[in-house]
């Protein structure tokens, strides 16, 4: 089994002076026994970059399987949310514009917060831009919305 020893230790800061030393550093380029080990000047340099370039390999496997679990766990919350039964208080929180009626889109934008896919803050900021290219306060856009001044110079943006 290889294990990484800490960065002093590889690089030659052995307690007892001479590196490398197999009782204080088992890396991945050494059997661990302390009887092998690179004794020329161009093996230990390329030990410096072998034992790098390996924990840095080994760091990698370990992230991919990080990556694995939290996509998983990810792909449940999003089975969970999409499969389960709705309250009462689901629907006021899906609520957004407290009409007592949830259409679609709020529906929708209720599972996503639900899902952790968007916040609150992604909904706030594109609702204050849905309000300002809203320039007759109707609630809906239109083509006359979008050819009123004050949003021709906002469309450029």
Not at 44 to 69: D, N, P
Not at 85 to 109: C, M, N, R, W
Request: proline residues 3%; glycine residues 6%; aromatic residues 12%.
């Amino acid at each position: 089994m290889a294990t990484v020893a800490p960065l002093p230790f590889s690089l030659g800061a052995s307690p007892v002076g001479n590196w490398p030393d197999g009782n204080n550093s088992v890396t991945l380029d050494f059997v661990g026994y302390g009887d092998e080990s690179f004794s020329t000047r161009l093996g230990r340099i390329f030990a410096v970059f072998w034992v790098l370039s390996s924990t840095i390999c080994l760091a990698q496997f370990f992230l991919y399987f990080a990556e694995l679990y939290t996509e998983s766990r990810q792909r449940s919350l999003v089975k969970w949310v999409l499969t389960r039964g709705l309250t009462f208080s689901d629907i006021e929180a899906a609520d957004l514009d407290h009409d007592k009626v949830v259409s679609a889109a709020e529906f929708i934008i209720f599972k996503l917060k639900e899902m952790g896919k968007i916040s609150q803050e992604d909904v706030s900021v594109l609702m204050e831009r849905f309000k300002t290219l809203d320039a007759d306060q109707s609630g809906t856009l239109t083509a006359s919305d979008m050819m009123l001044p004050s949003n021709l110079n906002q469309r450029a943006d």
